[in-house]
């Protein structure tokens, strides 16, 4: 199957800071990527929808200037979280897809925690 | 209520089949999917089925899709303990565009 990877695989920072993860498709041009995030024992919430090019979509209770999404190839799309607290500790996973007809590759994971 | 629904926990011994089930409420569903996640790792996709087939066959792995009680079940053959984690039924919403909703996932403790 298709690799996505996601990096960092985990990272800790400071209250306030912002945070960066990539999601990179490294065999295959994504034209749509996929932010989700999971609480503990819980299950893949998506977050937003992005396209090459475009703005992203956002779900409903996500808040899009606090979660910035850049989708500026077709093999990489970026989160920044910006101005972490503690509460947005969690798994952020992001998956990918050729079109809309292909299922969706999924990255590995990236694991922040916000002290 | 939730769109796709699963139980949560399931035990079984090794050797023995696993069967985890899942509903879905959106009949325009396209694609039903079966994904596996072990502890803090991604999602892997297991399988997928098509919503106009009944069955879908992958060595150990069985795939049933009731497409008119949208009901999907996952079956695994002679499970191991490798096999244990959680399983996410997952289904491809036709809302003009591509949405993936999941489950809340059902985990499966194998004992030896």
């Known amino acids: 199957g298709a690799v996505v990877s996601q990096h960092p695989s985990w990272v800790i920072c400071k209250s306030g800071t912002s945070v960066k993860i990539e999601c990179r498709s490294l065999?295959?041009?994504?034209?749509?990527m996929f932010w989700y995030r999971q609480f503990p024992k819980q299950s893949l919430m998506l977050m937003a929808t992005?396209?090459?090019?475009?703005?992203?979509?956002?779900e409903q209770g996500v808040e899009k200037d606090k979660f910035l999404i850049n989708h500026a190839s077709l093999t990489l799309s970026t989160l920044t979280v910006t101005s972490a607290h503690p509460e947005d500790s969690s798994f952020y996973i992001c998956?990918?897809?050729?079109?809309?007809?292909?299922?969706?590759?999924f990255g590995q994971g990236t694991r922040l925690t916000v002290v | 209520g939730e769109d796709v629904e699963q139980s949560l926990f399931l035990s079984v011994r090794e050797g023995d089949s696993s069967v985890i089930n899942c509903t879905y409420t959106d009949s325009s569903s396209t694609y039903l999917y079966w994904y596996k996640q072990e502890p803090g790792a991604g999602l892997q996709l297991l399988t997928y089925i098509f919503s106009n087939m009944d069955m879908k066959q992958d060595q150990r792995l069985t795939v049933l899709l009731n497409k008119k009680d949208k009901h999907l079940s996952l079956r695994i053959a002679d499970t191991q303990t490798g096999d244990s984690a959680i399983y996410f039924c997952a289904e491809k919403k036709d809302t003009g565009g591509f949405k993936t909703i999941f489950g809340a996932g059902t985990r499966l403790f194998v004992k030896a």
């Open positions: 992005s396209n090459e090019g475009s703005k992203a979509t956002y």
């Open positions: 998956s990918a897809i050729r079109d809309l007809n292909t299922e969706a590759f």
């Open positions: 065999d295959f041009q994504a034209t749509t």
